[in-house]
């Protein structure tokens, strides 16, 4: 069964936000470009952005499964492609000793029966129904050996497995590969895929994400929430907060009951924005005088002690 496919950019940017997800037009426009030419989509940027979000989106607009591969140091072609289940294999040549010869046994225990399909193989042998989307997630966390090799299978998306033979998909995934950059991805794989950069949202996107995913929030709270944030992302942090750490500290706001930022909640609340303690000392500092004025919380609370 072929994917459906959106039929304009514009009918998928309304499917993308009717998911919650509010892609501005390039975005809209790669993601689209992705699915007519049959390419997979590369997304960098930093953490909490968004770029996985968009497989779990995609996902949902095509009707399909999502299969995700989460990439780490030391990922090898057996963990990401298939293994062997070597405790059922054991025990089926123990169960056979003595009643069938052994060839017919090894033919039997080196059968699909026996093969324990891990992320690739499963989104290129996927069966019936729409292709998935399968997300390779952290493609920088891995080796450049595993790279190479990734290379080769999103090339033609087939398998071969010398005791069973070439399996190949009927019809390629929707594929997506995210990257925090925290080194650099070979050329040759970039080439293969539409590039997009994901930045930190603006206000208005920021706003609108916030409104829509956090129940309940009031106005007033939710644009002093991104006006914090918007401030916070251009001060000098190790690790600036992504909108996931933005949707976090809502979230537990509206827990805490706040309808409205003060210095004091904004305090007691910085775990939810910040992951490392040096970023938490400089913001306990003078940098949070400095975020609340530039927001207007200051002036507001000198006045409200006035």
């Known amino acids: ?71 780490y140091e030391g990922l090898d072609a057996n963990h990401a492609l298939y293994e062997w289940n070597y405790a059922k294999q054991m ?67 087939q398998v071969t497995i010398p005791e069973i033979g070439t399996i190949t998909a009927v019809e390629p995934p929707f594929v997506v590969l995210t990257s925090n950059r925290t080194r650099e991805v070979h050329d040759a794989l970039k080439r293969r895929c539409l590039y997009m950069w994901i930045s930190y949202p603006a206000f208005d996107r920021e706003y609108r994400i916030v409104t829509a995913k956090v129940a309940g929030i009031n106005i007033r709270l939710a644009e002093q929430i991104c006006n914090f944030m918007k401030a916070v992302r251009d001060l000098d942090f190790y690790k600036k907060p992504g909108i996931a750490e933005t949707l976090d500290w809502a979230t537990a706001l509206m827990a805490l009951h706040c309808d409205e930022l003060d210095k004091e909640i904004v305090q007691e609340t910085l775990g939810c924005i910040f992951k490392y303690n040096e970023d938490l000392l400089l913001m306990q500092g003078d940098h949070l005088d400095d975020v609340l004025d530039r927001i207007g919380l200051i002036n507001e609370e000198r006045s409200a002690g006035l």
């Open 1 to 71: 069964m072929k994917a459906p496919v959106a039929t304009s950019i514009d009918s998928l940017q309304e499917s993308l936000a009717e998911q919650l997800y509010f892609s501005d037009k390039a975005m809209s426009t790669t993601i689209y470009l992705a699915q007519r030419l049959k390419k997979p989509l590369f997304l960098e940027g930093e953490a909490g952005v968004g770029k996985t979000e968009v497989a779990k989106v995609m996902a949902k607009i095509l009707d399909t499964r999502l299969i995700r591969l989460q990439c």
């Open 91 to 157: 025990l089926r040549i123990k169960l056979e000793e003595g009643q069938h010869n052994r060839q017919e046994v090894e033919r039997s225990i080196f059968s699909e029966d026996y093969l324990i399909k891990r992320p690739l193989l499963e989104a290129i042998s996927y069966g019936s129904g729409n292709p998935p989307v399968l997300l390779i997630d952290e493609i920088d966390r891995a080796d450049e050996e595993f790279e190479a090799f990734l290379l080769e299978v999103l090339s033609d998306f």
